[in-house]
């Protein structure tokens, strides 16, 4: 999956600007913006969220047919756009701003890259292309221990009969589950670990949505009880497999939290300007100002470090755990900070209900526990660097002089 990005510093001298995105980019981030203003306004997000399925299939197959945004960084000959995953950030980023409801975490962030990441094959070919196309979505059914694979904690086991498979075991608190289509599972079996897709109208498939904090990221506990499943990945390939989507999915995730953080940070400071105290904007009193400014540098700092993340994944030139784990523990603890600090300068209506603060907190709440908090993150990047790498082998920082 290692590409190289023709529009990023190819050389040291160039390696020190920042990402530079191209014309194709910044009409796809027009694209997306346009798509979100129409389907993903406040007024949608409240309706969606509160609606079963939380989301308008209608407008997640545009979506997919008609803007390829759900197969950006897919490959052309599997029947994506042939993009690079900087692509797919982009337009991550613009329905993060919008709190888009649908089911990006477990169909985009995680099942998608997973199945590019595997090989080709009947079933895998055949569910990559109607995710691409938003005809089906799907929930990554696969445990993780602070964003990272451990073969070990696999809770559900596979039973083979000749070329058939069986699914029992339970897995709880899986985003996207309660109206996905199909499942991608990890499943322990004779000879191993090993990926499986699961339709969850078969028989032996129990999901039980669960009350969760943030209605546009819904959950639920799934059981199989001697479910049939299809092999996806087998044991000698699906631990890498499942790294690797998980790994793609916390940079996703990172963007996407960029993408809300930026947006209150704009909200704030448009009501900054415009709210009144004592006769004055309350953006012209010192506390405001230094608050605003904080959050500036909070939200550029997460945009570098996500970019970054998703740019070393796609190059292939770092270490993918710890640039991912890198962006999660900045990202995560940005969106979270500004989502309380947009509350505090918007002061009372922040507080309330009929403003669109309390969303984008309680995203950033939840988004804050989706594949490891900012302070397991943190543990992972000082392992990695202070125990695993040593001094004639220091980590890989992808820095664009690497080939």
């Known amino acids: 999956m290692a590409e190289k990005l023709a529009d990023q510093p190819s050389s040291p001298a160039d390696s020190a600007n920042a990402f530079i995105f191209t014309d194709e ?115 990554f059914v696969v445990g993780d221990r602070a964003g990272a694979f451990d073969p070990a904690a696999v809770t559900v086991t596979a039973s083979a009969a000749g070329e058939d498979w069986t699914l029992t075991g339970t897995v709880p608190r899986v985003v996207d589950a309660p109206s996905a289509d199909d499942l991608l599972v990890a499943a322990t079996g004779p000879d191993g670990v090993a990926l499986f897709a699961v339709d969850t109208n078969s028989a032996g498939v129990q999901r039980v949505s669960l009350a969760t904090l943030d209605l546009t990221r819904p959950q639920a506990d799934v059981e199989f009880t001697d479910a049939p499943a299809k092999l996806v990945a087998g044991p000698d390939d699906a631990v890498r497999v499942i790294d690797h989507a998980l790994q793609v999915g916390s940079a996703l995730l990172a963007v996407e939290q960029v993408g809300a953080a930026r947006h209150l940070l704009d909200l704030s400071v448009e009501y900054a300007k415009t709210r009144l105290q004592f006769g004055r904007p309350i953006g012209s009193f010192q506390a405001v100002k230094h608050k605003l400014a904080d959050l500036l540098v909070e939200v550029e700092h997460a945009q570098s470090a996500a970019y970054h993340a998703v740019w070393a994944l796609a190059d292939g030139a770092g270490d993918p755990a710890l640039e991912a784990s890198i962006a999660q523990a900045v990202c995560s603890a940005a969106f979270a900070r500004v989502a309380t600090d947009t509350i505090q300068v918007h002061g009372g209506i922040g507080f309330t209900w009929e403003h669109q603060a309390h969303l984008y907190y309680k995203r950033a709440t939840t988004d804050a526990a989706l594949l490891g908090s900012p302070e397991q993150h943190r543990n992972r990047v000082a392992e990695l660097v202070l125990d695993v790498a040593t001094a004639d082998r220091p980590p890989r920082v992808a820095d664009g002089k690497s080939a």
């Not at 985009?108 to 990559?128: E, F, K, N, Q």
Request: hydrophobic share 50%; proline share 5%; net charge negative.
């Open 25 to 139: 980019q910044a009409q796809l981030r027009e694209a997306v913006s346009r798509f979100c203003a129409e389907h993903f306004d406040e007024a949608a997000v409240r309706r969606l969220m509160e609606s079963d399925p939380p989301f308008d299939r209608k407008a997640w197959a545009r979506l997919g047919g008609e803007l390829g945004v759900l197969g950006l960084s897919v490959p052309e000959a599997d029947g994506g756009v042939g993009g690079s995953l900087m692509d797919q950030a982009v337009a991550v980023e613009r329905l993060g701003a919008a709190l888009a409801c649908g089911p990006l975490f477990g169909t985009v962030y995680l099942a998608i890259p997973a199945l590019v990441a595997a090989s080709g094959g009947p079933v895998r070919d055949a569910l990559l292309a109607e995710l691409i196309e938003g005809t089906r979505t799907a929930a």
